[in-house]
């Protein structure tokens, strides 16, 4: 899609890195769209970031009559961290921990302008000579102002290995996501080794989200201690555990760097050799208070030691003798002042006669040099390449193409539609919006598939329930009339009929069974009878205010399908003979619904009441009537 430049800017005579990108090249509109947004974005975003550890954006513009766009960007002569890494020509753990305090205090400041990175990886990190490093490649940096659905909660941008989890689950990104990916790179700058590798997309988003780092050391023992709280904190899988700044990274990173540079180990290990020796030497005389300790002074403190105190150093001869003279100091250096020697040569030059030949000889030469310099500029420039008219009749064929796939797509003919989108991958293959669309119609048709081995497993079902159902097993039979109806509700046999009827004459062999074509001695009997609208909620029945029943509207699914159904409710209770007020009441929460409806009734010994309730699913309409 693009090419990066070497160039030169003409006016200043600045060397800049020219980022070109040609649309047109994409077949989809949207695709397009969404590469031009990306484009700009990231001049955007370097654009508003003026730091020494940024590569700098000196321009943006188009050139309409190629469709090329281009970014001008600071020109960085450096190499990426990512080839050092590869190569195994990482910096030292000082100068390692200097560059990316460098990056961290990028970052922080990018944060600071509201914008978020989002791929902070090796790749796009540059390193410098000097120990300095810049970050660059802003191309899906997530700006806070920018309301660009390339922003929004759930895509799925950046590189696997270096997303944080809260990015790996699609959820909203802040600086501490950039922090995550910065221990990333700080890990396998150590190890050479990514700290959640996997052979796949799944495996790596897996172990980011829920598995821990292998601790550094365990790689190789020669890495600093002091690394790993720092790489602890920045690969927190919860962000609030994290650095919360850049800056702060930064200021860990330049201590443990100062402790880690040469001169300072070797201070502190000669620091640490003394103390030894100290310890040894004091254990060794407290051991044995009664040995002479015998130790050879210099020279210049056995002498110090041997004079008397007071003496007179001149007039002890024997103290002179055997002792070394002191050095005399070293002579102060004479400068002599430069610019009486460089005036007398300048003039002496200058008095110099040189030959006509020679002096037009060398001009010669001048001339001749800068004319085969021009040449060999001539030569190198090379000429913008005319418009390919090849390529352009194939983009053309292949929008036709998948204009022709398009409309085949949006009439229901997914058989053509989905030849024509082969035909594209054929003369384009990984054509993205072609690849996604075949992969979307071949699930369509799987689905279809799977409905119809769907629609034949609820008629064989349907049958052995009917069987069941004649041969008087109502419980059976209902049980497979429900997975019918799950299965298949628009099945022509109307199998939620079957499941009322096979519920009421359960209920009267229930009744008939348990307790008697008619209630025991001294009681009357209420049945209570209703066809459930919904998966939801349920219905309580009271008798003067005391609660006889309370039954679910819904039961769980059986066979294939696990989810609540609605229920057919046909309940029994005795009560006894009286007047009484029989209130109904049902309560539906996914509704927000509860009404009641209450009846006077005066029930007889013997005597069974039937309560039928009827609830109407569209009008919400509640009814109760009581029938002998």
């Known amino acids: ?124 990190i540059i390193v410098l000579t000097g120990v300095r490093s810049k970050i660059t490649d802003f191309g899906i940096a997530k700006i806070a102002s920018n309301s660009s659905n390339l922003t929004t909660t759930g895509q799925f941008l950046g590189t696997p290995n270096y997303m944080a989890p809260e990015q790996v689950k699609g959820q909203p990104v802040d600086g501490r996501t950039d922090l995550f990916s910065l221990g990333v790179v700080l890990y396998e700058s150590l190890t050479g080794k990514k700290p959640f590798a996997g052979d796949s997309l799944t495996s790596i988003s897996y172990k980011i989200v829920h598995e821990a780092f292998i601790a550094p050391r365990r790689v190789d023992s020669k890495i600093p201690q002091g690394f790993e709280p720092i790489l602890s904190k920045c690969l927190a899988k919860e962000p609030a555990l994290r650095y919360q700044r850049g800056r702060d990274i930064a200021v860990d990173l330049r201590k443990l760097a100062d402790s880690l540079r040469p001169d300072k180990q070797a201070a502190a290990a000669a620091a640490t050799s003394a103390r030894v020796a100290d310890h040894m030497a004091v254990t060794e005389i407290e051991g044995d208070l009664f040995r002479t300790v015998d130790a050879r002074l210099p020279d210049e403190l056995a002498e110090a030691v041997q004079a008397p105190i007071g003496s007179d150093a001149s007039s002890d001869e024997t103290s ?28 002496g030059f200058a008095r110099m006669r040189i030959p006509s030949v020679l002096m037009f000889g060398v001009a010669g030469s001048l001339l001749v040099s800068l004319a085969a310099i021009l040449l060999l500029l001539f030569l190198k420039i090379e000429s913008v390449p005319p418009r390919d008219v090849m390529l352009d009749q194939q983009l053309e064929a292949r929008r036709a193409r998948k204009a022709e796939a398009d409309s085949l797509y949006a009439r229901g003919d997914l058989v053509a539609a989905l030849a024509k989108y082969r035909e594209v991958l054929a003369t384009s293959p990984g054509s993205p919006w072609a690849v996604r669309r075949v992969r979307e119609i071949e699930r369509i048709q799987q689905l279809d598939a799977r409905q119809r081995q769907v629609v034949e497993l609820a008629q064989r079902r349907f049958d052995v329930a009917k069987s069941a159902f004649d041969q008087g097993q109502y419980e059976r ?32 062999q229930q009744i008939a069974r348990v307790k008697g074509p008619v209630p025991p001695e001294g009681k009357a009997g209420f049945l209570l009878r209703l066809n459930s609208p919904t998966n939801d909620g349920y219905v309580v029945v009271l008798v003067d205010g005391k609660q006889i029943l309370r039954e679910n509207l819904f039961e769980a699914g059986t066979g294939m399908a696990q989810s609540k159904v609605p229920r057919n409710v046909a309940s029994y209770r005795n009560v006894d003979p009286a007047t009484s007020k029989l209130v109904v009441e049902i309560v539906i929460p996914s509704w927000k619904f509860r009404e009641s409806r209450s009846l006077d009734v005066t029930t007889v010994a013997g005597t069974v009441y039937r309560v039928g309730v009827t609830l109407d699913r569209n009008t919400r309409k509640l009814d109760a009537s009581i029938t002998e």
Do not use: C
């Open 1 to 124: 899609m693009g090419i990066v430049y070497l160039a030169r800017d003409p006016i200043i005579g600045r060397l800049v890195a020219l980022k070109t990108i040609r649309f047109g090249m994409s077949a989809d509109a949207e695709e397009e769209r969404e590469f031009q947004e990306r484009f700009v974005r990231e001049a955007q975003a370097a654009g508003i970031l003026n730091h020494p550890a940024i590569v700098t954006v000196h321009d943006l513009g188009q050139d309409s009559a190629n469709q090329v766009s281009f970014i001008a960007m600071e020109y960085v002569e450096g190499t990426n961290l990512r080839e050092l890494i590869l190569r195994r020509e990482v910096p030292p753990w000082h100068e390692l921990a200097e560059l990316l305090a460098q990056v961290a205090e990028a970052l922080d400041f990018a944060h600071l302008k509201g914008i978020v990175h989002r791929d902070v990886k090796p790749a796009n």
């Open 320 to 347: 002179k003798k055997g002792r070394r003279p002191p050095l005399p100091p070293p002579p102060e250096p004479v400068r002599e002042p430069v610019w009486p020697k460089l005036r007398a040569t300048l003039l």
């Open 477 to 508: 039979a209902r049980e497979l009339f429900e997975e019918v109806f799950r299965l298949d509700p628009s099945n022509p046999n109307d199998p939620g009929r079957y499941v009322r009827l096979s519920g009421e004459r359960l209920m009267i």
